[in-house]
């Protein structure tokens, strides 16, 4: 069962633009929702997260918006830099449990 | 402050042979993690430990997979036998507390297997 979805596998934007990056759930029930960024051969690295008491955390370059009713979030990069090249996956978390997105594939093109 | 650490890297196996991975979390941390992650897809839990008790293991196939935190510190997951299937990175990953409840999990590098 796909309880978070990724719909686009992968993303290419330009060095200095905005990067977009998309994350629908199904599970009423998740209530804190993570983005990590995954380089090859290296584990996910924690990005940024939002609780669902809020609709917008912002850290530096990264912001996370979160639309409760239309169960969907997404990561902003302003500006993309070529460093922010990897694979970014969301997930979703309730008291028990974390399931993850299948992951979208971010290239950042100078 | 040392990451999560897991061993092998890498590992080629003949189907049928067995193989184990080793984790150590974040010091102090009490809740450790495995996920396996075939390619393309997100990270699925296959078991979660609180300090040396296991808090999930539903999608843990039990006929095979095995895991053990004896002290509740470093964990090992066994696969024995091995299936093509299961060629995947296996993820290890710990947070500082009680198990979801807005708790930032920290990965390892993890363990590329691949079963031949």
């Known amino acids: 069962d796909q309880q978070v979805k990724q719909n686009s596998p992968s993303l290419s934007v330009q060095e200095g633009r905005i990067s977009i990056l998309n994350c629908d759930y199904t599970?009423?029930?998740?209530?804190?929702f993570l983005w990590y960024k995954k380089y090859p051969a290296e584990g996910p690295t924690f990005l940024i997260s939002?609780?669902?008491?809020?609709d917008k955390n912002e850290d530096g370059r990264f912001t996370v918006f979160l639309n409760k009713s239309a169960k969907h979030l997404s990561l902003h990069i302003v500006p993309s830099q070529p460093g922010d090249s990897a694979v970014y996956f969301c997930?979703?978390?309730?008291?028990?449990?974390?399931?993850f997105g299948a992951g979208t594939r971010l290239t950042v093109k100078p | 402050e040392a990451g999560v650490a897991q061993s092998p890297r890498y590992k080629i196996i003949e189907k049928r042979q067995s193989v184990a991975f080793w984790c150590n979390p974040i010091?102090?941390?009490?809740?450790l993690y495995w996920y396996q992650q075939i390619l393309g897809q997100g990270p699925k839990l296959l078991i979660q430990?609180?300090?040396?008790?296991?808090?999930?293991d539903s999608q843990l196939p039990k006929d095979r997979f095995s895991a053990e935190r004896l002290k509740g510190v470093d964990s090992t997951l066994k696969i024995q036998p091995a299936k093509l299937e299961d060629s995947a990175v296996y993820l290890c990953?710990?947070?500082?507390?009680?198990?979801?409840?807005?708790?930032?999990?920290?990965f390892g590098p993890g363990t590329r297997l691949l079963v031949l």
């Open positions: 990953a710990s947070s500082l507390a009680l198990a979801g409840a807005q708790e930032t999990q920290y």
């Open positions: 599970n009423s029930m998740f209530d804190y």
């Open positions: 939002i609780s669902s008491i809020k």
């Open positions: 997930a979703a978390s309730d008291d028990n449990d974390m399931r």
């Open positions: 010091s102090g941390h009490a809740t």
């Open positions: 430990f609180q300090n040396n008790g296991v808090v999930d």
